[in-house]
């Protein structure tokens, strides 16, 4: 298909001109052909406007003009390149899996007043001996993420020490914890006198659904839009996909793997309804190149999950692990295990758990709100206690 015909079958097409329209340019247009548009008549002289009207009806057609080519260019890389479509097959074992988990959260569907998650963030990383050059072992990094949030900033309220109601807070647990991968990284991490983060000039967990970005903007809208969010499954896919290209308007080379790396923060980070995390599932159903696994989260609990492969020059195959509880239809952990390492992550083993999420509690509550929040945040003359 040559380029033409495929612009002009995604332009969305024009309303037909009236007749007494059409009649009336093709009036003026023979008649600027004629001359009689521009020419005064015989023996009638026509005073020349001045230099600065002139120049100020020419300045204000090339601003019509301009403005008429910024109007048509913005409908056009705003108009969205995704609409609701029948989902793709879903007899596979891993659309079975995935509508079965619909189907358990639809029998456990709740509501309240505030969103509650706590959830454990982990990262493997190989770190440097702070006391002996050289040296190097593998180490797990977690850290405890918590985050409190209403459908609405009048639901959750003021904190103390803001100016004005919030939809919700985030806080990160005091400490990052370090864990040897294997004993052979215990050995030589305890000879170190079991170095923390600190010492080892590490940061926090990086937190990583995957995958690693080439494509697609993060999904990072505000409450309103989780309000707007619709649960039908064809048309949430829609809608994640315009927004994942609105900013550069490219349609997404791999859409699947972005769908399946990027919608499950719907299942736990974002405030929406239960019925949107259905539909969130039954969109996941519809994919391609998706498998059931029998995994284990990084605490070592078993579970049944569904699993997506992405490879990439840096990051070498990765593949992406979405744990569920099928009874409750609950998110329970997501993790990137290392299958072949790429030149980024060369010092990880294969089947390392290079990063991992686990899933401690997402629900809906009506506990009062700062019962469920540190006091450091929710009282303002809160003092830490004095060793």
């Not at 521009?38 to 100020?56: F, M, Y």
């Not at 409450?223 to 039908?232: C, G, I, K, V």
């Not at 992405?310 to 295990?337: C, K, N, V």
């Not at 030149?343 to 469920?372: C, H």
Request: hydrophobic share 35%; with cysteine; charged share 25%.
């Amino acid at each position: 298909m040559d380029d033409l015909t495929l612009i002009n079958r995604m332009l969305t097409a024009e309303r037909s001109p009236s007749p007494e329209t059409t009649h009336a340019a093709r009036r003026r247009l023979l008649a600027e052909a004629a001359g009689t548009a521009a020419t005064p008549a015989r023996g009638r002289r026509v005073a020349p406007l001045p230099r600065s009207k002139r120049t100020i009806t020419v300045a204000a057609a090339t601003a019509c003009v301009l403005a008429g080519v910024s109007w048509t260019g913005y409908r056009w890389e705003t108009r969205p390149l995704y609409h609701p479509e029948p989902l793709a097959d879903m007899n596979g074992p891993a659309s079975t899996f995935l509508l079965a988990a619909a189907d358990a959260k639809t029998r456990h569907a709740s509501d309240g007043r505030f969103w509650y998650v706590h959830r454990v963030l982990g990262e493997t990383v190989v770190a440097s001996s702070p006391y002996h050059p050289g040296v190097h072992y593998t180490v797990q990094l977690t850290q405890d993420a918590y985050s409190l949030a209403a459908k609405s900033a009048k639901e959750f309220g003021t904190l103390p020490r803001e100016k004005g109601p919030l939809t919700g807070t985030q806080w990160d647990g005091p400490n990052v914890d370090v864990r040897p991968a294997t004993p052979a990284d215990a050995k030589a991490w305890e000879a170190d006198l079991r170095p923390g983060a600190l010492d080892l000039r590490l940061p926090g967990p990086d937190e990583e659904r995957g995958p690693f970005k080439q494509e697609g903007a993060e999904l990072d809208f505000d409450s309103r839009d989780e309000r707007r969010l619709p649960a039908d499954p064809s048309e949430l896919r829609a809608w994640i996909l315009n927004y994942a290209t609105k900013f550069d308007h490219q349609r997404l080379r791999n859409p699947d793997l972005y769908l399946f790396t990027t919608a499950p923060i719907l299942l736990v980070d974002r405030v929406v309804t239960d019925r949107v995390r259905i539909a969130t599932y039954r969109m996941l159903a519809g994919l391609h190149d998706v498998k059931t696994i029998n995994g284990t989260d990084a605490a070592g609990h078993p579970g049944r999950g569904v699993a997506m492969r992405q490879t990439t020059r840096d990051y070498g195959t990765i593949e992406w692990q979405l744990l569920i509880d099928p009874e409750t239809g609950r998110l329970t952990a997501s993790q990137g295990i290392v299958v072949t390492p790429g030149r980024k992550n060369s010092g990880l083993r294969p089947g390392t758990r290079q990063y991992f999420e686990i899933v401690k509690t997402a629900e809906w509550t009506n506990a009062p709100r700062d019962s469920l929040l540190p006091k450091d945040i929710a009282d303002p003359n809160w003092q830490p206690p004095v060793n």
